[in-house]
């Protein structure tokens, strides 16, 4: 079945260092990725998605480019700040069965001064 | 602009209690979800919903009950509260269509002692 999978955390990183998140997916054809940010206490918001091949999304200085070949949607930012703390969640929803979706198990992120 | 509003915030129950979280959205979504969240484990599908007057199961659907009478709300019941559905709940909405990103509640936190 369609399932998201993601490196397990947590992460800590200082201030302006560079973050990778990766995340693969199982899915038939062409489905939509997204991530997903959880700040302390809060729900989940969309930070990024693409929803074809070869797109990348950004948002918040923030991309993750759609690779079909290698099967992943890596969470990737050039230098985190300490207010980037927080849960990441990549997700997907199938190209033919759009009411659903699949959620990775998360990745903490803490960055320190 | 409210977006999706849960109802309560946080409850404590007692073995066996029952308890209904209400879950409102203003965006005339046609799809409706509630997920619970626990350490570990990501986020789980308990039941979801395609329209006004249809509900379905999810991964993780025992022990809990939902309708959806009207299409801005989709209502989560526990007849007999047990301490393992202690958890964040967290109510999604989202529109019909590919790619349609899910738009989340802040959760509602349950204990049950």
């Known amino acids: 079945g369609d399932s998201v999978t993601q490196m397990e955390g947590p992460v800590t990183l200082s201030e302006e260092a560079f973050l990778t998140i990766n995340c693969t997916y199982t899915?038939?054809?062409?489905?939509?990725l997204f991530w997903y940010v959880q700040y302390p206490g809060e729900g989940l918001q969309l930070l990024l998605k693409?929803?074809?091949?070869?797109d990348k999304g950004s948002n918040k200085g923030f991309e993750a480019t759609y690779r079909k070949e290698t099967t992943s949607f890596h969470l990737e930012k050039g230098s985190v700040q300490v207010s980037d703390s927080a849960v990441y969640f990549c997700?997907?929803?199938?190209?033919?069965?759009?009411?659903?979706?699949?959620f990775g198990t998360g990745t903490s992120l803490t960055v320190i001064p | 602009n409210a977006g999706v509003t849960q109802t309560p915030k946080f409850r404590v129950l007692k073995t066996g209690q029952s308890m209904t979280l209400l879950c409102a959205q203003d965006?005339?979504?046609?799809?409706m979800y509630w997920y619970r969240q626990d350490p570990g484990m990501g986020l789980r599908l308990i039941h979801y919903?395609?329209?006004?007057?249809?509900?379905a199961k999810g991964e993780v659907p025992d022990g809990y009950n939902v309708s959806r009478l009207k299409k801005q709300n989709f209502l989560l019941g526990l007849e007999s509260a047990a301490p393992s559905q202690t958890s964040v709940y967290f109510c999604?909405?989202?529109?019909?269509?590919?790619?349609?990103?899910?738009?989340f509640g802040e959760g509602s936190r349950l204990t049950v002692l």
């Open positions: 999604a909405s989202r529109q019909t269509g590919r790619g349609g990103e899910l738009f």
């Open positions: 899915a038939t054809g062409y489905p939509s």
């Open positions: 693409a929803t074809k091949a070869d």
């Open positions: 997700a997907l929803t199938p190209e033919n069965t759009g009411n659903q979706f699949y």
């Open positions: 965006m005339n979504h046609e799809y």
């Open positions: 919903s395609v329209g006004e007057g249809t509900t």
